[in-house]
């Protein structure tokens, strides 16, 4: 079809116009973000009195990650079913161009979100971390595991009736084998004992996995 | 007619096979030395789970085959491969997790294995749930087969994860199919009626398919004719 640097600059077209139109809206970003808020105060709230474990504190801060993820994530592609626009971007971009850039545009903004969430969490439950840049790679990684597998997800689900409750089903047992080893590295960065280092490589292949069969499979979900 | 006669023999040999082997279960085969009595779980437990899986590995060929070739019998034969592998699923948890009662005293802990066979259970829940909420029939079979294949893909990595979620111990006694050895020594009685359970479970799995395969040619042909008919 098409070669791969007309790929890489389709990608970036697809990102740079989801991101102007974010900008305009700030629909997900500032739904998202609230979300993440409101699930981490509820979280700080509740368990506030208690002095948590690192395994606990871990479990929590990926909790509000991947339901904040859950409600965010799945925008990308309804918009454009809603709006009515997917015909338009089917006949404009490969499928492939567009599935690189749903994907950068989520990676983006569920690294923004994190961005937010995970100092305000760190202050709001009182943690000093004693192996700061693993649980920033952690963080990083398990954003990157949670975009890959929600993208596709997103796709399929965008072609479904029931969007909202669908989502997170569907997204669920996909996502468990990233989102648990982002749990334990974290927790590991948080505790600091133990070692992280099979669980970033477990993120990464499983990010690179998702990243290629969706690749090979967007096309099927795109184009019919 | 000879098709016919040789499917309904292959059926009471079945018949005849499954008998055979609920008998020796419980009373050919010894009962193993700590677990006693509730060892006879074995013969029924592990067969069930292992029709889960293996159901699943069809419905991720049936789904390759849809997405490569369009026919609707591929995309119905994932969705029966499915069906059949949630009833076995749901099978190997509850009896599971009565014998986890028995012998370990709480019905549920999150052993890796009771992990996995959760996340099964939530993979083929997820699959309908979107099957049902498709109504274009195309793109239904589409996005139904993508979905399977996407899980299949991610299973591997449940296998290297799941261990290394914290705080939990196996409880399983380590597989009569992966090693002998430990609670489960199983001797050659066992052996023979476990693997021949095996093998029944299979024929069981692959008659229920078919059946159903060819109740859905019976009705799409049907369907068609019908349709047909309206032309005219």
New interface residues.
């Given amino acids: 079809m098409t070669s791969s640097s007309n790929w890489a600059r389709e990608a970036v077209s697809v990102l740079a116009k989801d991101v102007t139109s974010e900008f305009r809206t700030r629909y997900a970003l500032s739904a998202v973000l609230l979300f993440a808020i409101t699930a981490l105060a509820v979280v700080s709230f509740s368990v506030s009195p208690y002095s948590l474990e690192p395994?606990a504190q871990s479990a929590f801060l990926w909790t509000v990650l991947f339901f904040s993820a859950m409600t965010g994530l799945s925008r990308s592609f309804v918009r454009e079913e809603e709006g009515r626009t997917a015909l338009a971007l089917r006949l404009a971009a490969a499928p492939e161009a567009v599935y690189l850039g749903k994907l950068l545009f989520n990676v983006v903004l569920q690294a923004a979100v994190s961005a937010v969430v995970l100092p305000l969490f760190l202050v709001l439950m009182d943690i000093s971390v004693p192996l700061p840049g693993l649980l920033a790679a952690s963080a990083a990684m398990g954003t990157l595991a949670l975009a890959s597998?929600s993208t596709?997800?997103a796709a399929?689900v965008s072609?479904?009736?029931?969007r909202g409750a669908?989502f997170a089903?569907?997204a669920?047992?996909?996502s468990?084998?990233g989102l648990?080893?982002a749990v334990?590295s974290s927790?590991v960065a948080l505790s600091g004992t133990g070692s992280a280092s099979?669980?970033l490589m477990?993120l990464a292949?499983?990010s690179t996995?998702?990243i290629a069969?969706?690749l090979l499979?967007f096309d099927?979900?795109w184009n019919? | 007619m000879q098709r016919l006669i040789a499917s309904a023999g292959a059926k009471l040999l079945l018949g005849a096979w499954m008998v055979i082997v609920i008998v020796g279960a419980f009373f050919y085969a010894p009962a193993a030395v700590t677990l006693g009595e509730m060892s006879r779980i074995i013969y029924f437990h592990i067969p069930s789970a292992w029709i889960a899986v293996l159901a699943f590995l069809m419905c991720t060929v049936y789904s390759v085959g849809y997405l490569r070739k369009r026919r609707v019998d591929l995309d119905a034969g994932a969705s029966f491969a499915a069906e059949l592998g949630l009833l076995f699923c749901l099978i190997a948890t509850v009896s599971g997790s009565i014998f986890a009662k028995s012998a370990w005293g709480s019905y549920w802990n999150w052993d890796p294995r009771e992990t996995s066979i959760f996340v099964l259970l939530l993979i083929y829940g997820a699959y309908f749930a979107l099957r049902s909420s498709i109504d274009d029939p195309s793109r239904r079979s589409s996005l139904s087969a993508v979905y399977g294949i996407l899980a299949f893909v991610t299973v591997p990595l449940l296998v290297f994860v799941v261990p290394r979620i914290p705080a939990v111990q196996s409880l399983h006694p380590d597989g009569p199919i992966i090693q002998a050895g430990g609670g489960l020594d199983m001797d050659s009685k066992m052996f023979t009626v476990f693997m021949a359970s095996l093998a029944g479970f299979t024929g069981v799995y692959a008659w229920a398919f078919n059946l159903r395969m060819r109740a859905w040619r019976v009705l799409n042909r049907a369907q068609e004719a019908e349709a047909v008919d309206r032309e005219d």
Avoid: E, K, Q, W
């Fill in positions: 395994d597998s596709i997800v399929i072609r479904a009736n029931s669908l089903v569907l669920f047992p996909i468990l084998p648990a080893s334990r927790a099979g669980d477990t292949a499983y996995l998702m069969s969706s499979l099927y979900v019919d």
